[in-house]
């Protein structure tokens, strides 16, 4: 049985952002840091866990990453979002947010999963941290102190603080009896990415549309990343369609403010529901990413909450090392979760809320939203306000 103080199962975004940030306790306190990742990646090449997909991430975040010492590599392939511009087709009604506002250069950045996955690989390949990949857990069993994880082949580890960032599908929540709330949306996101026939000038579109919401973000030259919510049935048609097809029927429905869409790349799928596990810490074990929550992708913020989750988690470790407390004890993992409960809530709360009050199809509540986005865009205090919140800050 071999011990670690802290054991990350999964090096995904989430887990690998994490032991990045533990950098600094591992070389004051020499902290023993293990991450476990099933995907075989070699440290520098692109993870196979990554996909495709770009991610808004947000102001804040990009403070997170500079304290990971990861923004200078995750700069390169960044572009950044000046402005969100959000709008409901067939109504009246836009909402602009601007850097203007917020005196930043930016509000956010988008970047490619791929790119951010390579650039922590490449921090945590300097880290002197345990790396056991390809290797994946397949038990957990709660102990005294800690847990025990059984890892696929067949040797244990002893851990002090356990980091469940496995994404939340790997079925050990389940092993410790933690069961999740569930909301599915009946709602699928589509992504791919687009090309235009005109600049996109760093502006982040969100259009809410009788087919479900559409989003554009910014990527480096002409190209936008798409995520367009849709119906089981909706998708089952889009899916049919050949490539012409589907710019056509994008262009149909989110209209000309872009330009013309000119090409697309390859296009996938995610089924959509808000699902939270019960327990977000217990004793020696913390929650963190999919694992913790997944959000309705529309407000771009599940990573973004996720970092911030990082930051704080991060934060209890080092007092509890200060303090000369067991990093895992239910008193710092109950600090923990009280840290994170507001704004956990608050961002589900707030892209749960987006979803329904856009998803209803009635002309008079149309009318209201519409005015809603009107009245916004002219009262600059609620569009600072919003823009703060979407900046993460
Ligand atoms: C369509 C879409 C668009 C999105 N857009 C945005 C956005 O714009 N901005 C934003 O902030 N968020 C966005 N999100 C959310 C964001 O993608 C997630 O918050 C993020 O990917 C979560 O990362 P994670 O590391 O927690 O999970 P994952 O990416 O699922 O990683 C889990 C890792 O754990 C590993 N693993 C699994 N099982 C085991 C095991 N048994 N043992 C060890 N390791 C294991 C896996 O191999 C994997 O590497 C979006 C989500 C979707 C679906």
Redesign the pocket.
């Known amino acids: 049985m071999t011990h670690t103080d802290i054991a990350i199962?999964?090096?995904?975004?989430?887990?690998?952002?994490m032991a990045c940030a533990l950098a600094p306790l591992i070389s004051r306190y020499g902290l023993d840091v293990t991450v476990?990742?099933?995907?075989p990646?070699q440290h520098g090449q692109p993870?196979s866990?990554?996909d495709d997909?770009?991610?808004?991430?947000?102001y804040g975040?990009r403070r997170c990453f500079e304290s990971l010492g990861v923004w200078k590599g995750m700069q390169e392939k960044a572009c950044p979002i000046t402005s969100i511009h959000v709008s409901q087709r067939g109504y009246l009604g836009v909402t602009r947010l601007s850097c203007r506002d917020t005196h930043t250069e930016a509000l956010g950045y988008?970047i490619g999963?791929r790119w951010m996955g390579h650039v922590l690989h490449q921090r945590l390949a300097e880290l002197p941290i345990s790396w056991r990949c390809p290797?994946?857990?397949?038990r957990i069993v709660p102990e005294k102190e800690g847990h025990c994880l059984t890892?696929?082949d067949g040797s244990t580890l002893n851990a002090a603080l356990t980091v469940m960032?496995?994404?939340?599908?790997?079925?050990?929540k389940g092993q410790l009896g933690i069961r999740d709330d569930v909301t599915p949306y009946e709602q699928y996101?589509l992504?791919a990415n687009v090309t235009l026939s005109t600049p996109h000038q760093g502006v982040a579109y969100e259009r809410f549309t009788s087919e479900g919401p559409i989003?554009l973000?910014p990527l480096q030259g002409r190209r936008m990343?798409l995520?367009w919510t849709q119906s089981l049935e909706g998708l089952t048609r889009t899916r049919a369609l050949s490539d012409a097809g589907f710019l056509e029927q994008l262009q149909r429905c989110f209209g000309d403010r872009v330009g013309r869409f000119v090409e697309v790349g390859q296009r996938?799928?995610?089924p959509?529901a808000l699902r939270q596990a019960r327990e977000q810490t217990r004793p020696y074990l913390a929650m963190?990413?999919?694992?913790?929550?997944?959000?309705h992708?529309v407000?771009?913020?599940?990573?973004?909450?996720?970092?911030r989750g990082v930051q704080d988690l991060t934060r209890e470790i080092q007092q509890a090392l200060e303090q000369d407390e067991a990093i895992g004890s239910a008193s710092v993992m109950g600090r923990f979760d009280a840290r994170r409960q507001q704004d956990r809530d608050q961002i589900i709360r707030f892209s749960d809320g987006l979803v329904r009050l856009f998803g209803v199809e009635h002309p008079l509540l149309a009318h209201a939203r519409g005015l809603g986005l009107i009245g916004m865009n002219l009262f600059s205090p609620a569009r600072r306000l919003l823009t703060r919140r979407a900046m993460g800050l």
Do not use: C, K, W
């Open positions: 199962i999964g090096g995904g975004l989430v887990g690998a952002s476990i990742e099933p995907s990646v993870q866990s990554f997909r770009s991610s808004a991430i947000a975040s988008v999963n290797a994946s857990v397949q890892l696929d960032a496995d994404g939340g599908r790997s079925g050990l996101a992504i989003a973000l990343a995520v996938m799928d995610y959509l963190l990413g999919n694992a913790a929550h997944t959000l992708p407000a771009g913020q599940g990573f973004n909450l996720a970092l």
